[in-house]
């Protein structure tokens, strides 16, 4: 069911039957036979998580309409590892894994708890490979920036799954697959990166001016954008084919795997929506997916 309709149809429920708080109709919504959205993110600088940017605030709107979800599990691109993992603790470190910005930003903490017990079904759902269970990590800048936009009480529980770095997209996409069930059981999937990420050639003169981008940046988020609204994934897993463009937007595959992992959790035949579709900096995109 498209999610507009079904809240639409909630919410004229909730008038009729006298359900006055929107607690009372996220715990309504999220008993029903609901799948959560995908969403990839593209999230750009860690300056995005506490300016109040047309970034910031469309990552907010994707959610403001959704049932409360039991779990946030985000799969960042900055927690890469040698095989897979998903953390497991209690009460999840923010882990500020960047340098020279303001202190500031240092000074963010995002107390969301963490959930033992999600971690564990997450891992049993995986049967192709052996999911570790966490309790060093925490949650690095791709997964706190976003989600305190969307969740800033910190009272939803947030886990990650690691990218394990030495495998290639079609191992990332094939474990996507075997998680979708997570999205009828309250779970908010969340993929973190940028399909264009290319930080050795970025024009930091430009980084001011809207939607700057170089010629092979352009026509790299215009690919992309046409291979996913056309459902082809094969040719996003196969991204290395596509030419020097692609080459050029992704240097290394840490930021694109992301979206790779929202391709698998997707359905062919549910809604896609592309939002805060803009370059910035000439190598960077900040263009984000929703399905479903």
Known sequence: ??????????????????????????????????TYPVL?????????????TSFSRQWKAEVEHLPAPKLVLV??????????YVTAMEHPQTIHDFGGF????FAVQYPAPGSPEWAQKTKDLVTSTQVGL??????????????????????????????????PAAYHYALAQELKSLRKKGVLIIG????????????????NTPNYGYDWAIEANETFNKLIQDRNHQALIDYQKLGQFANLAIPTPDHYFPMIYTLGLSD????????????????????????G
């Open 1 to 34: 069911m498209k999610r507009q309709s079904f809240v639409k149809g909630m919410l004229g429920f909730a008038a009729l039957g006298g359900l006055t708080s929107a607690v009372s109709l996220g715990k309504l919504l999220s008993e029903e036979d609901y």
């Open 40 to 52: 990839f993110i593209g999230h750009g600088s860690p300056m995005n998580g506490i300016e109040d």
């Open 75 to 84: 799969i960042s691109a900055h927690w890469l590892t040698n095989g897979t």
């Open 102 to 105: 303001p202190d500031e930003l």
């Open 134 to 167: 966490d309790h060093e990590w925490g949650l690095d800048h791709g997964t706190w920036t976003v989600v305190r936009h969307m969740y800033p009480n910190a009272d939803i529980p947030v886990i990650q799954l690691s990218i394990d770095y030495g495998k």
């Open 192 to 207: 973190s990166g940028n399909m264009v990420h290319n930080l050795r050639m970025v024009a930091w003169n430009k980084l």
């Open 268 to 291: 062919q035949k549910e809604d896609i929506a592309l939002f805060n579709n803009e370059l910035v900096g000439g190598s960077l995109n900040m263009t984000s997916v929703r399905f």
